[in-house]
Every structure is written in C-alpha cells, then in structure tokens.
T-cell receptor, first 115, second 118 residues
Framework: AQKITQTQPGMFVQEKEAVTLDCTYD???????LFWYKQPSSGEMIFLIY??????QNATEGRYSLNFQKARKSANLVISASQLGDSAMYFC????????????FGRGTSLIVHP | EAQVTQNPRYLITVTGKKLTVTCSQN?????MSWYRQDPGLGLRQIYY???????DKGDVPEGYKVSRKEKRNFPLILESPSPNQTSLYFC?????????????????FGNGTRLTVT
C-alpha cells in the first residue's frame, strides 16, 4: 500500500485564486514529518513547507499553508493568490521517525495556473 | 550560499561505460542520499548515507554504487550503465542526525542530472 497518496494528477487554477493540492498518508508511527516540494519545468526540487506530527498549528510559509488534519491523515497544501510561476509539479513526502532513513514521496500533482 | 551541487547536469553515455555523478553539499549535513525520478513512478531512493563511511541501500539500489569518504561528498557510480538506468537523478542532503531527529529535517536537493544511456 502506498504511504503517500496524491489523488490529483493534474489541477488547473486561475491566476490570483487559491488552490488546494491533496495529500493523504498512512503511518502507524506517532512521530513523523510531512513535507511539500515544488518541481518547476526546469527540474529542480524546491522545499516549500514542513509539518510535524506533534505540531498543534498548521504550518504557513508566505503564500503556502498546510492544512493538517491528523485524524484524517491528510496534509493538503494550500496556495493562496496563485501566480503564473506556481505552475509546476508538487510532491508530498513523509519521513517517519521510527522507520528507516528513507522518506516516502507521493507521485505528484501537476498544477497549471491560467492567466 | 547553502547548496547541494551535483554534476553533470546532462550526461549521455553508452551501455557498459562506467560513469560517476558527483554530489557535494556545503551545509555540514550528515545525511545524504540519491534518488531517481521516472515518469509515473515518482522519486525512488537509491542509496543513503548517515555519515562518513556509513551507507545503506534505498528502494532501488541494483546497478548503483556509492561512497562516502568525506562528509561533504557523496558520488553515485554506475559501473556498467544500462538503458533502464536512463532517468533524472537527484542528490539530496539533510541535517537528520539520527532515527529520532530525521523526521523534522527537510531534504535539500541538487539541481538534478539527466542521464541517458543508449
């Protein structure tokens, strides 16, 4: 079974609108971290935001926020006020504290921002 | 500037010709790893290293070798490349220092190496 599931292969959003990219995860480890990365067409992987399993507040970084619902095991990325430069692949990842040193990545969601 | 540097960015080679992709980080990170990215398969870890002289297999280690003789460098070696190793490769590092501190340490990625084996 996949540990990280991103159910939206592709998403479209109008410039300046908000968009939510879904991520659900599966773990029995009480200690884990959830990460989101952006991969533009140029190919590099850019770290966006982190949420720890014990964090009480949802993480925010500028226009990025993470909607963390622990009981539902979801960690959705919210991008507010979308910009054309947000068009990219987005990957959700999880690193379990008690597991191996191998973070798990989802298959990614392609986001296209329309002008 | 804190970064992970991998070279080359692009590499075209022939089956069986040994090659090395270099990776260096300047953040004094103990943890380093290699990933390959293939369409529809996402990122899969090849090898990782928790410290100098300490390496271990990831999910897809077959056909690859690594070494960690210095903390900052973690080269990926393909002794006899084959066409199924054509892929986009990433090196990454993290300040993860142990099993109970790894989960809050993001990976910092290099810019990628696009390898084609003909």
């Amino acid at each position: 079974a996949q540990k990280i599931t991103q159910t939206q292969p592709g998403m479209f959003v109008q410039e300046k609108e908000a968009v939510t990219l879904d991520c659900t995860y599966d773990t029995s480890d009480p200690s884990y971290g959830l990460f989101w990365y952006k991969q533009p067409s140029s190919g590099e992987m850019i770290f966006l935001i982190y949420q720890g399993s014990y964090d009480q507040q949802n993480a925010t970084e500028g226009r990025y926020s993470l909607n963390f619902q622990k009981a539902r095991k979801s960690a959705n990325l919210v991008i507010s006020a979308s910009q054309l430069g947000d068009s990219a692949m987005y990957f959700c990842a999880m690193w379990e504290a008690g597991g191996s040193y191998i973070p798990t990545f989802g298959r990614g969601t392609s986001l296209i921002v329309h002008p | 500037e804190a970064q992970v540097t991998q070279n080359p960015r692009y590499l075209i080679t022939v089956t069986g010709k040994k090659l090395t992709v270099t990776c260096s980080q300047n953040m004094n990170h103990e943890y380093m790893s290699w990933y390959r990215q293939d369409p529809g398969l996402g990122l899969r870890q090849i090898y990782y290293s928790m410290n100098v002289e300490v390496t271990d297999k990831g999910d897809v280690p077959e056909g690859y070798k690594v070494s960690r003789k210095e903390k900052r460098n973690f080269p990926l070696i393909l002794e006899s490349p084959s066409p199924n190793q054509t892929s986009l490769y990433f090196c990454a590092s993290s300040s993860a220092g142990g099993p109970h501190s790894s989960y809050n340490s993001p990976l910092h990625f290099g810019n990628g190496t696009r390898l084609t084996v003909t």
